[in-house]
């Protein structure tokens, strides 16, 4: 079954009406497919079934807790960044015992949160880091188990906001000190050596990157075994999806691996990868957030106003820049098609753009898209990882809401903000 695709002009999420749930819901309003994500889960589990392994969801990707359970029921694990994410895995069910917690800042705090609720792995990114754990740990009497996070040095030819693996990057520790430090973490009292891990950067579009940095490591890996018996290695997330070119190009399926000059199936990604890691003698962790959640989901929402000027068209929407950044901070491509496809209207040229007060708050720029009107809702798809999890109240503007699909039944899964929100958390200050 797709998930997201036309029945006589009209845009469906697998078998619900969208304009119903716009009408139900109103917008901007984020909509996801259960179907979708747990396909991808699945189909991603099953291309890797030769390999000993564990899919741990990287939950900056979209924290909803509906669709944190939605992956714990699968099988998951996660991938964490903070305490906030724990707290809310712990909401949603899981368990950190499936956590690796990562993140170059984690304050004390944090360390003895997870160390109470005993994470998997602390995925350790610099010496002072690791002898804050050893200190934080030893004052509580317990044992940290640790992974040292690799940088591998590669260019994961990606954005660079979102390249990770590069020595300039703020990530992990170099091949040429990588031993020492575990070395280091050897000789500590309150920490055990488990893992390592490693991740170069997201939305990367082909297996190239992934295999150079795994040729480096795989190396590394098996001395790290004989000599500490690690347990577990963990590639990283950062296997990109498709963001461009299925629904207007008249083409019916919406899943991230098709092969598409922009894209690299879920198939050539395990073709590439699994014959390097068929040996190194340890479970193999992945961290996908945007491959399983990117593509099920999609920003609703409604155009306010048509503005034509002499050397424009402005098709200014409902939803900004503080609902979904991608577009401002990245220069991110989201497709953005309507929901009511009008044949009888011709397509126009227009910069889809926000309310918000900024010339950065922009959706598409000179982009071809259906012809619509004030009042017609438009998708923008592609729209499920960091979409929501990076929205703001900029602007004073409360956030959306979520509704999860599955099948014909939408369900509200994190109500729309209102007003009183908006000031829920400020104090006035004592006037004496
Ligand atoms: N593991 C680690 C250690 C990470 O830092 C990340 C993402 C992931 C896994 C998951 O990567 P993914 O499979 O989703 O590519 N906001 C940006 C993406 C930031 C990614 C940060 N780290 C965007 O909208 O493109």
């Known amino acids: 079954m797709h998930s997201f695709h036309y029945r006589d002009n009209r845009l469906f999420c697998e078998d619900s009406d969208l304009a119903q749930i716009a009408e139900t819901y109103g917008t901007p309003l984020y909509v996801y497919s259960q179907h979708t994500v747990l396909d991808h889960f699945q189909r991603l589990n099953a291309a890797l079934k030769g390999l000993d392994h564990e899919i741990c969801y990287a939950v900056k990707a979209n924290p909803n807790l509906t669709l944190l359970r939605l992956l714990n029921d699968a099988g998951a694990g996660f991938?964490?960044?903070?305490?906030?994410?724990?707290?809310?895995?712990?909401?949603?069910?899981?368990?950190?015992?499936?956590?690796?917690?990562?993140?170059?800042?984690?304050?004390?705090?944090?360390?003895?949160?997870?160390?109470?609720?005993?994470?998997?792995?602390?995925?350790?990114?610099?010496?002072?880091e690791l002898l804050?754990?050893?200190e934080v740990a030893?004052?509580?009497?317990?044992?940290?188990?640790?992974?040292?996070?690799?940088?591998?040095?590669?260019?994961?030819?990606?954005?660079?906001?979102?390249?990770?693996?590069?020595s300039q990057n703020k990530f992990g520790i170099?091949?040429?000190?990588?031993?020492?430090?575990?070395?280091?973490?050897?000789?500590?009292?309150?920490?055990?050596?488990?893992?390592?891990?490693?991740?170069?950067g997201s939305q990367i579009r082909e297996s190239k990157p992934f295999v150079?940095?795994?040729?480096?490591?795989?190396?590394?890996?098996?001395?790290?075994?004989?000599r500490y018996g690690i347990k577990f290695f963990s590639i990283g997330g950062g296997i990109g999806i498709v963001y461009q070119g299925s629904l207007e190009s008249g083409r019916e399926e919406w899943w991230s691996d098709e092969t598409t000059k922009q894209g690299m199936t879920i198939e050539e990604y395990v073709t590439a990868v699994g014959p390097l890691l068929e040996d190194v003698g340890v479970r193999v962790l992945l961290e996908p957030g945007r491959f399983l959640v990117g593509n099920a989901g999609i920003l609703l929402c409604r155009v306010l106003y048509i503005k034509e000027t002499p050397v424009k068209r402005f098709v200014i929407i409902d939803a900004g820049m503080n609902d979904l950044i991608r577009p401002a901070l990245y220069e991110g491509f989201?497709?953005?098609?309507?929901v009511d496809r009008n044949p009888k209207l011709d397509p126009i040229v227009a910069d889809v753009v926000g309310p918000v007060c900024e010339s950065g708050d922009f959706f598409a720029l000179d982009r071809k898209i259906s012809g619509c009107q004030s009042g017609d809702l438009l998708a923008v798809m592609s729209a499920g990882a960091y979409g929501f999890a990076m929205a703001s109240n900029y602007n004073s503007r409360p956030l959306p809401a979520e509704v999860l699909v599955d099948g014909n039944s939408a369900q509200l899964i994190r109500r729309r903000q209102n007003y009183a929100d908006l000031v829920e958390f400020e104090l006035s200050v004592d006037e004496d």
């Not at 917690?101 to 004390?108: D, I, P, Q």
């Not at 640790?146 to 979102?162: E, G, L, Q, S, W």
């Not at 150079?212 to 004989?226: F, I, N, T, W, Y």
């Open 334 to 338: 989201h497709e953005i098609v309507a």
């Open 174 to 200: 170099g091949l040429d000190r990588i031993e020492a430090v575990y070395e280091l973490a050897a000789g500590l009292s309150h920490v055990k050596i488990v893992g390592v891990q490693t991740h170069i």
């Open 212 to 226: 150079e940095a795994l040729q480096k490591l795989v190396p590394l890996v098996k001395r790290l075994r004989q």
């Open 79 to 128: 991938d964490i960044v903070s305490g906030g994410e724990l707290y809310k895995v712990l909401s949603s069910g899981g368990s950190a015992s499936k956590c690796t917690f990562a993140g170059v800042g984690k304050t004390r705090e944090e360390i003895a949160y997870a160390l109470h609720n005993e994470v998997l792995s602390f995925n350790v990114e610099s010496e002072p």
């Open 132 to 134: 804050a754990i050893q």
């Open 138 to 166: 030893s004052s509580l009497g317990k044992t940290a188990p640790i992974a040292i996070r690799v940088n591998p040095d590669v260019d994961a030819a990606t954005h660079k906001y979102i390249s990770t693996g590069k």
